[in-house]
């Protein structure tokens, strides 16, 4: 593995860690995505964010471990969040910054402007399904989907697993409640279904 593979592999891990998460890929599509989004520079100061905002003090510590100064970290960030790779606020007059995930954030900021690389990329990274099926079990989906689960209908078994009843009638069994079970199944398929839809609408957007 070269250096400048190493500095896209601790970059995926670090994201990984992140609250949306950025899982790695058996064909390896994560690590061309990011080096589409990032080059090398931004992508080993990008490991020094979090999620939540920090000053350019909190962030020293890290800078100086791998011996970068304060300067050109603040530098290469503001080259970074210009570009919508990570986000910046001013608090109390001090520059602040933080990582963003994929979506809502890295994907659409790519978009704008996007290069071969990155479309290619992107479709392939989605194609894999490794991120959608790290994103399904964080706690972002409801208000990525900007919904919640509609309330649901009645679930009725399929009628062949329907026990017959003893008095030769089915009336009991379709008028019966659903059990938290099959709550619960039908939750994780509604959900499921409208990230799935709403994948489709996202890819389509951005390619």
Same mark, same amino acid.
């Given at each position: 593995?070269?250096?400048?593979?190493?500095?896209?592999?601790?970059?995926?891990?670090?994201?990984?860690?992140?609250?949306?998460?950025?899982?790695?890929?058996?064909?390896?599509?994560?690590?061309?995505?990011?080096?589409?989004?990032?080059?090398?520079?931004?992508?080993?100061?990008?490991?020094?964010?979090?999620?939540?905002?920090?000053?350019?003090?909190?962030?020293?510590?890290?800078?100086?471990?791998?011996?970068?100064?304060?300067?050109?970290?603040?530098?290469?960030?503001?080259?970074?969040?210009?570009?919508?790779?990570?986000?910046?606020?001013?608090?109390?007059?001090?520059?602040?910054?933080?990582?963003?995930?994929?979506?809502?954030?890295?994907?659409?900021?790519? @978009?704008?402007?996007?290069?071969? +690389?990155? $479309? =290619? %990329?992107?479709?392939?990274?989605?194609?894999?399904?490794?991120?959608? /099926?790290?994103?399904?079990?964080?706690?972002?989906?409801?208000?990525?989907?900007?919904?919640?689960?509609?309330?649901?209908?009645?679930?009725?078994?399929?009628?062949?697993?329907?026990?017959?009843?003893?008095?030769?009638?089915?009336?009991?069994?379709?008028? @019966?409640?659903?059990?938290?079970? +099959?709550? $619960? =199944? %039908?939750?994780?398929?509604?959900?499921?279904?409208?990230?799935?839809? /709403?994948?489709?609408?996202?890819?389509?957007?951005?390619?």
């Amino acid at each position: 593995m070269t250096t400048e593979d190493k500095i896209y592999r601790d970059l995926q891990i670090h994201l990984d860690e992140q609250t949306v998460g950025f899982p790695a890929t058996e064909s390896g599509s994560d690590i061309r995505l990011l080096k589409a989004l990032f080059p090398p520079d931004q992508a080993e100061m990008a490991m020094m964010l979090t999620y939540r905002y920090e000053s350019l003090h909190q962030i020293k510590e890290r800078s100086e471990k791998i011996g970068k100064s304060i300067e050109e970290v603040e530098r290469v960030l503001d080259e970074t969040a210009a570009r919508g790779m990570i986000s910046f606020r001013e608090h109390d007059g001090k520059k602040q910054y933080r990582s963003m995930p994929l979506l809502i954030g890295m994907a659409e900021a790519g @978009a704008h402007n996007p290069t071969p +690389e990155f $479309s =290619a %990329a992107m479709e392939e990274y989605f194609a894999d399904g490794t991120f959608i /099926q790290e994103f399904l079990t964080s706690a972002v989906p409801a208000l990525f989907l900007k919904c919640s689960v509609p309330q649901l209908p009645l679930v009725i078994p399929r009628a062949s697993k329907l026990a017959p009843p003893s008095d030769g009638s089915l009336q009991s069994h379709l008028h @019966a409640k659903p059990t938290e079970k +099959e709550k $619960s =199944a %039908a939750t994780t398929r509604g959900t499921r279904n409208q990230l799935q839809q /709403q994948h489709i609408h996202i890819t389509h957007n951005l390619f």
